[in-house]
């Protein structure tokens, strides 16, 4: 997988700064997960491009490989917004379309094009349940109700 090439530090093939860090990675997966990346990688001619991220932290760059590579990250909720701000200033597939605020910390974000049916598998999943309770709230009163009478 590419995150078994990443951990063994293999093919990489473009390096990513940001502050006086720089991180190497994958042409292939940072563009198939990012249209700014896929874009930049397009216009350039260099066989292993130096692509510096004004304005980006190092530990958001780190969590957005992390998310990149693996479909999942860990971001302390302190830092949710900036992250989240550095995503969609990349366009990070999975995270700069969605609308996502301090209230709602997922646990696991996905970059594959599965995320959408899994966010919504989720929320039906979840709706289902407040439903079910719902109704079991409401047969409990009817029954309570026709006790009564």
Same mark, same amino acid.
């Given at each position: 997988?590419? $995150?078994?090439?990443? +951990? ?9 700064? *940001?502050?006086?860090? +720089? ?11 990012? @249209?700014?990346?896929? $874009? ?18 190092? $530990?958001?760059? #780190? ?8 479909? =999942?990250? /860990? ?12 995503? =969609?200033?990349?366009?990070? +597939?999975?995270?700069?379309? $969605?609308?996502?605020?301090? &209230?709602?910390? @997922?646990?696991? #974000?996905? *970059? ?8 919504? /598998? ?6 289902? &349940? ?10 409990? +009163? ?8």
């Amino acid at each position: 997988s590419f $995150q078994e090439l990443r +951990t063994a530090g293999e093919l990489f093939d473009v390096t990513l700064a *940001c502050e006086d860090e +720089t991180v190497e990675v994958h042409k292939v997966v940072i563009a198939a997960c990012s @249209p700014f990346f896929r $874009q930049v990688l397009l216009k350039t001619k260099q066989i292993h491009p130096f692509i510096y991220l004004k304005g980006v932290l190092h $530990q958001d760059l #780190l969590a957005l490989l992390d998310y990149i590579y693996t479909g =999942q990250t /860990k971001v302390a909720a302190e830092d949710l917004d900036r992250f989240i701000e550095a995503a =969609q200033e990349l366009k990070i +597939t999975g995270l700069a379309e $969605q609308d996502m605020s301090r &209230t709602e910390t @997922p646990t696991r #974000l996905d *970059c594959s094009e599965n995320n959408s049916y899994e966010k919504e /598998k989720n929320m039906t999943e979840e709706n289902n &349940t407040e439903n079910t309770e719902n109704t079991e709230n409401t047969e409990n +009163t009817e029954n309570t109700e026709n006790t009564e009478n």
